[in-house]
């Protein structure tokens, strides 16, 4: 029997199953949800102590995306993203809602809209730190751009999203232009979530 303290995934599975509860309540506004969302996934993150390092690993040339758990009616999924130092993503959507909890290092996101000559940047960047809570979601907000805060270490954030984030047709967009280009993210480990 695996004695290392990622062998339970306690924190994880508890997470789950706060999930399963908070996509069951179908009654709910966005708003009640994504503050429930926020809440358990705050205490997720609130340790860093329960990631495995298998879903922890960086890539040197690009960040990477890991699913930690799809739920089977695809109402949500949790996935680690891993940032190696400096990497970024482009401009992008997730036409979904979606929180990021901050477990180790910081991010910073800038968010975006479509303007008459390209993309804008809107407001300031938002820099999270370990512990910290963010939202997307068509109605708050959903395009923007992630980096990792830091040149010269890694960084991981733990995302949710209200669908298969890795089966969702997304959008990445011209930063000249606006232009859209639809992609489909899939993951690091191949569509697997840990057994």
């Not at 309540?25 to 705050?42: I, K, P, S, Y």
């Not at 990021?100 to 960047?125: C, F, H, K, N, S």
């Not at 733990?158 to 232009?179: C, L």
Request: net charge negative.
């Amino acid at each position: 029997m695996d004695s290392s303290p990622y062998a339970d995934g306690q924190p994880l599975a508890r997470f789950v199953a706060s999930m399963d509860a908070i996509v069951a309540d179908g009654g709910q506004t966005e708003a009640a949800l994504l503050e429930r969302v926020g809440q358990a996934l705050g205490q997720l993150v609130a340790r860093d102590d329960w990631l495995d390092p298998r879903f922890a690993e960086p890539h040197h040339e690009y960040y990477r995306q890991y699913l930690l758990h799809a739920d089977p009616q695809d109402r949500y999924s949790v996935v680690s993203f891993v940032w190696g130092p400096g990497q970024k993503t482009p401009i992008h959507d997730h036409c979904t809602w979606g929180a990021i909890g901050m477990l180790r290092g910081a991010e910073t996101g800038q968010a975006y809209a479509r303007g008459p000559a390209g993309m804008v940047a809107v407001g300031e960047p938002e820099r999270l730190e370990p512990g910290d809570v963010a939202f997307v979601s068509p109605a708050l907000g959903d395009i923007h751009v992630v980096r990792n805060a830091y040149d010269d270490r890694v960084s991981i954030s733990i995302h949710v999203y209200g669908t298969d984030i890795g089966k969702q047709s997304r959008h990445v967009f011209d930063p000249a232009t606006g232009a859209m280009k639809t992609f489909v993210s899939g993951y690091a480990n191949a569509g697997k979530a840990p057994a």
